[in-house]
């Protein structure tokens, strides 16, 4: 895990309050495992927390995030022009697991800016579709990279309004697919928690074992202050269940672990 100013190469608004932000490190690049995040200072004492953001991609000595500009801190990141550096806290975090073996199909299933860690996924593995639902085209992030793999068959693009792709919940389009074939399935997703808490259940039903990347509120990030837990399935306590850490035990979960009330 590395703490330091890094030189921003690129941060680019490429679609309304969504933004592109690359840096360059080498020491970090060479770290970063798919799924994991990274903590961002973005401004003096009014944001004190640091900024949790998931790994979208890695290029060579380059890292690329991807946000939603939704407070202060990611209103300050915003503004952040090239040449200027951010501190970075990371890399962090367990990841989705990197054992899949290759005949088996990694099914990614991204809402909203739950899609930050699938760039870097769909980079690092090959046996994959991306399942990826927004509210409206407007919120659809790498849009002409995914026009070229839904042409390719490989993404299925679900929209709440119908602006693009189809009208409805991803988590339906998920269930359609897996209810033609489940065999030999497993699926990583990440987005609000409802959509994931659907997953899970569209996952049981099919018997097809999923993970599932957490992105609650946080504080430290480092596993000190506890301001992250969820409770987790743990049949070895004498409740059945024990709290963990989503920055240092998570952010990624198997689904059938999380209990969701
Ligand atoms: C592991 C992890 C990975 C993440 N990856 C990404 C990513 O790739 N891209 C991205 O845009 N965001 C991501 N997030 C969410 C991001 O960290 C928050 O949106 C950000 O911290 C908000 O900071 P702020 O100072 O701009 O807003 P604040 O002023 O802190 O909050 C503004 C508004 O956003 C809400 N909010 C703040 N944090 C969260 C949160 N974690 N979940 C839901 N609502 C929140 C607040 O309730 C408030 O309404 C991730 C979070 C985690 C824990
Ligand atoms: S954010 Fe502090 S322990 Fe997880």
């Known amino acids: 895990m590395f703490q330091k100013d890094v030189p921003i190469v690129e941060n680019v608004e490429s679609k309304p309050h969504n933004f592109l932000m690359t840096f360059q490190d080498a020491e970090i690049a060479a770290k ?69 073996p290759a005949d088996k199909e990694i099914l990614f299933v991204a809402g909203g800016i739950g899609f930050g860690p699938f760039p870097y996924a769909m980079d ?38 119908g602006s693009y792709g189809t009208q409805g919940f991803v988590t339906d389009l998920l269930d359609a697919y897996l209810a033609k ?27 097809v074992e999923s993970h599932i990347s957490m992105e609650d509120y946080m504080g430290c990030g480092i596993g000190i202050c506890v301001g992250c837990v969820r409770k987790i399935r743990d049949a070895s306590k004498p409740d059945g269940w024990e709290h963990k850490k989503v920055c240092k035990d998570g952010p990624v979960f198997k689904g059938e672990d999380i209990l969701w009330n």
């Open 32 to 100: 970063c495992r798919v799924g994991q995040f990274l903590q961002f200072k973005a401004g003096g004492l009014e944001n004190m927390l640091r900024i949790p953001i998931s790994i979208a991609r890695v290029t060579g000595d380059r890292v690329s995030i991807l946000y939603h500009v939704v407070g202060s801190g990611t209103d300050v990141m915003s503004k952040l022009r090239v040449g200027e550096s951010i501190n970075v806290l990371g890399p962090l975090g367990n990841g989705f697991p990197q054992d899949i």
């Open 124 to 161: 690092h593995f090959s046996n994959w579709k991306l399942f990826y639902g927004v509210r409206n085209e407007a919120q659809l992030l790498l849009q002409d990279e995914i026009a070229a793999l839904e042409k390719a068959g490989k993404a299925f693009v679900a929209t709440d309004d």
């Open 181 to 207: 074939d489940s065999s030999n399935k497993v699926i990583f997703c990440c987005g609000p928690n409802p959509m994931m808490k659907r997953v899970c259940e569209v996952a049981a039903k099919h018997g």
